[in-house]
T-cell receptor
Framework: QKEVEQNSGPLSVPEGAIASLNCTYS??????FFWYRQYSGKSPELIMS????GDKEDGRFTAQLNKASQYVSLLIRDSQPSDSATYLC????????????FGKGTLLTVNP | GAGVSQSPSNKVTEKGKDVELRCDPI?????LYWYRQSLGQGLEFLIY????????KSGLPSDRFSAERTGGSVSTLTIQRTQQEDSAVYLC?????????????FGPGTRLTVL
């Protein structure tokens, strides 16, 4: 049973702070890792994808991957109230490239 | 360009009735996925279509669930003899090829309520 674990939160940070979201996964052969943002009542939208160990930066977002520790994280710098949403970590299974396993998500609240 | 579209956006049905949910993927995307999101749960994979290949139905929770994709484009998810536990948001996604680096783009979902 492939599993993706996230802290459900809520994670509350003040505006302008760094929000750190964490995710662990059980399948050692996973190859690709995604962070989706989901606003209440809306569908998920992709924020970041990462495939290699290390950091990947895109604007205010940085994804970090450590395959040895089976750990992926998302950092949001200069958090804005508009970043308040549920963040979903998704991991593909190595044997089934297309099939994503999602965590239950972390609810982030950015306070003005 | 147009994103993934789904219809209806909301569906209320009585226990025991059959329902059909429709998904129209992004033009040119060969891969199509159905997921289910129940309250407080993560997204649960249901079924995957890629081109003319046989679909991966490994996520379908029971034989009351079926899906088809006609002409490599529009897909219909059918739930027969609906049960209250089928109440959830059903999300469709599409991607360009279905490879492990593909981004899956989600539609707005169909909220199904079984009374």
């Amino acid at each position: 049973q492939k599993e993706v674990e996230q802290n459900s939160g809520p994670l509350s940070v003040p505006e302008g702070a760094i929000a750190s979201l964490n995710c662990t996964y059980s399948d050692r052969v996973s190859q690709s890792f995604f962070w989706y943002r989901q606003y209440s009542g809306k569908s998920p939208e992709l924020i970041m994808s990462i495939y290699s160990n290390g950091d990947k930066e895109d604007g205010r977002f940085t994804a970090q991957l450590n395959k040895a520790s089976q750990y992926v994280s998302l950092l949001i710098r200069d958090s804005q109230p508009s970043d308040s949403a549920t963040y979903l970590c998704a991991v593909n299974g190595g044997g089934s490239n297309y099939k994503l396993t999602f965590g239950k998500g972390t609810l982030l609240t950015v306070n003005p | 360009g147009a994103g993934v579209s789904q219809s209806p956006s909301n569906k209320v049905t009585e226990k025991g009735k059959d329902v059909e949910l429709r998904c129209d993927p992004i033009s040119g995307h060969t891969a199509l996925y159905w997921y289910r999101q129940s309250l407080g749960q993560g997204l649960e994979f249901l079924i995957y279509f890629q081109g003319n290949s046989a679909p991966d139905k490994s996520g379908l929770p029971s034989d009351r669930f079926s899906a088809e994709r006609t002409g490599g484009s529009v897909s219909t998810l059918t739930i027969q003899r609906t049960q209250q536990e089928d109440s959830a948001v059903y999300l469709c996604a599409s991607s360009l090829r279905g490879g492990f680096t593909d981004t899956q783009y989600f539609g707005p979902g169909t909220r199904l309520t079984v009374l």
